[in-house]
């Protein structure tokens, strides 16, 4: 007998005892898989909303266990939607993503006339692989995770003449940060595009910490030249893992570049979370980003893991020729 396939509904907004089961599902799927399945940005959608209602797919048992769940971003109208999915462990290789994907696929076409979407895989996995390719994506960006222990040696870091490092001051700093983080991404725009209300969202977290938010200044003057944002990961009840330290968002002004600031901040970032008792830190980095790619193999990271952006495009733009 054929197992029941579950049906895939489609809600604006998750009632919190579906965000509690979200949240299980995934926690489920990255004990499982060693790479959690959600990024922050949708976790934070998940649990806090968002400036727009995102689309969630949402797939239950007869029982009415959630055993499937896809978010689907359909507010960035440059880069076209954005979709992360998760199938529980005991119900794969039963058509069950494929069905979430196939969902996300209709959503879009509702909304977008090129039929844009982008699907994230965390971890690489062959399967979700074989199922962007089978539905007509191709492989577009790829995002590297990298990997220090923080016991290897770790150099004094040497600011220039004039500039200091110092911690983050909530309140006084978070205009001048949207601002710097601005132009530091600006070839990044889901980086790029923060606003004050991503800073506080990110501010409200257990796990923030001003003493971990490196600021480089121009003692003079004051002005923000470049920054380190540390982050912790682990330690508490709801995580099953030691804690481990992340160069959470690492970014230089463009006026500053050239200066070693990029250095400097991620050792002072790096020798902070070693005080902290920690012994690994991780990052992401974009693959195609390879002067960051190279710093960070400069000071000692490796590659741990790497996450792919699968694109769909049913109606490419196209220019007649004259």
Excluded: C
Aim: aromatic share 6%; hydrophobic share 45%.
């Amino acid at each position: 007998m054929t197992a029941v396939q579950p049906l895939v509904a489609r809600v604006d907004h998750l009632t919190p005892d579906d965000v509690h089961d979200v949240l299980g599902l995934a926690q489920a799927a990255g004990d499982t898989d060693g790479a959690y399945p959600l990024s922050e940005h949708v976790v934070l959608h998940i649990r806090h909303g968002g400036d727009a209602p995102a689309v969630h797919l949402l797939a239950k048992d007869h029982d009415g266990a959630l055993v499937g769940y896809a978010h689907l971003d359909t507010t960035d109208e440059v880069e076209g939607a954005s979709a992360e999915l998760v199938v529980h462990p005991l119900r794969r290789r039963h058509g069950l993503g494929r069905a979430l994907v196939k969902a996300a696929m209709e959503v879009t076409d509702e909304t977008d006339p090129r039929g844009r979407l982008r699907l994230w895989a965390h971890g690489d996995h062959p399967s979700a692989g074989a199922l962007a390719l089978g539905l007509g994506f191709t492989r577009a960006r790829v995002l590297l995770q990298m990997r220090r222990s923080l016991f290897a040696p770790l150099n004094e870091p040497l600011a220039p003449d004039g500039v200091v490092v110092r911690p983050f001051r909530p309140g006084e700093d978070d205009a001048a940060w949207v601002r710097t983080n601005a132009r530091a991404f600006a070839s990044h725009p889901d980086q790029g595009r923060w606003t004050l209300r991503d800073l506080r969202l990110r501010m409200a977290e257990p796990w923030f910490d001003p003493e971990g938010f490196l600021l480089a200044v121009q003692a003079s003057t004051g002005q923000l030249l470049g920054f380190h944002w540390t982050k912790v990961h682990g330690g508490d009840a709801a995580h099953e893992h030691e804690p481990i330290g992340e160069v959470y968002v690492l970014g230089v002004d463009p006026e500053a570049h050239g200066a070693g600031l990029g250095a400097l901040l991620t050792i002072a970032g790096l020798r902070y979370l070693r005080g902290r008792g920690l012994d690994q830190a991780m990052l992401y980095v974009d693959e195609s980003n390879s002067p960051a790619v190279a710093l960070y193999t400069r000071l000692g990271f490796a590659l741990w893991s790497t996450d792919v952006s699968y694109h769909r495009v049913i109606n490419p733009v196209t220019v007649a020729s004259t």
